[in-house]
């Protein structure tokens, strides 16, 4: 094989490869770029919240403190429309409406803003998940995790992440 012939099946597997990345990017939500921190602010303060291109920093500088901050080792169900739910929003025994047989497994991370009626849930630091409640609800999730919190032994407390 002569060189330039080499060099041009290299640059060709290059450009499929670059071009397969970039198509799973529009099909694989959690592939996407994130925009710039300033965008995400920017967004937000329009009340425009866009799940898959959020950072939780983004939702704290611009909403401030949330209601309860909560974060745990969580499993994801992934949903036909690209959209995630974890796992402990769901029915016991119950696949979610939309379920496309995936599970995405993270580190994630919980706010909950009762005045806003605001439930977002990250991923590796990028929002995945969002439900709009009543603060009841809001207010009932958090007790759940004071009350999981409280029963945890010392190992358990040991292993969690700082919050």
Same mark, same amino acid.
């Given at each position: 094989?002569?060189?330039?012939?080499? /060099?041009?099946?290299?640059?060709? &597997? #290059?450009?499929?490869? %670059?071009?397969?990345?970039?198509?799973?990017? +529009?099909?694989?939500?959690?592939?996407?770029?994130?925009?710039?921190?300033?965008?995400?602010?920017?967004?937000?303060?329009?009340?425009?919240?866009?799940? /898959?291109?959020?950072?939780?920093? &983004? #939702?704290?500088?611009? %909403?401030?403190?949330?209601?309860?901050?909560? +974060?745990?080792?969580?499993?994801?169900?992934?949903?036909?429309?690209?959209?995630?739910?974890?796992?402990?929003?769901?029915?016991?025994?119950?696949?979610?409406?939309?379920?496309?047989?995936?599970?995405?497994?993270?580190?994630?991370?919980?706010?909950?803003?009762?005045?806003?009626?605001?439930?977002?849930?990250?991923?590796?630091?990028?929002?995945?998940?969002?439900?709009?409640?009543?603060?009841?609800?809001?207010?009932?999730?958090?007790?759940?995790?004071?009350?999981?919190?409280?029963?945890?032994?010392?190992?358990?407390?040991?292993?969690?992440?700082?919050?």
């Amino acid at each position: 094989m002569t060189e330039p012939t080499r /060099h041009r099946g290299s640059l060709l &597997a #290059v450009v499929l490869l %670059w071009l397969l990345v970039a198509a799973c990017a +529009q099909t694989v939500p959690h592939l996407q770029i994130l925009p710039p921190l300033s965008e995400q602010q920017a967004l937000l303060r329009n009340n425009q919240v866009r799940v /898959h291109l959020m950072t939780s920093q &983004a #939702v704290l500088d611009v %909403w401030g403190p949330p209601t309860y901050k909560h +974060q745990e080792h969580m499993q994801f169900f992934t949903l036909d429309n690209g959209m995630y739910i974890p796992f402990f929003r769901v029915p016991l025994g119950e696949p979610p409406t939309g379920w496309d047989n995936g599970v995405l497994t993270g580190e994630a991370q919980f706010l909950a803003y009762a005045e806003r009626g605001e439930f977002l849930g990250f991923l590796t630091d990028r929002l995945v998940y969002r439900e709009q409640m009543s603060a009841e609800g809001i207010h009932s999730i958090g007790k759940m995790w004071d009350k999981e919190a409280k029963l945890k032994t010392q190992i358990e407390k040991n292993l969690s992440p700082s919050p």
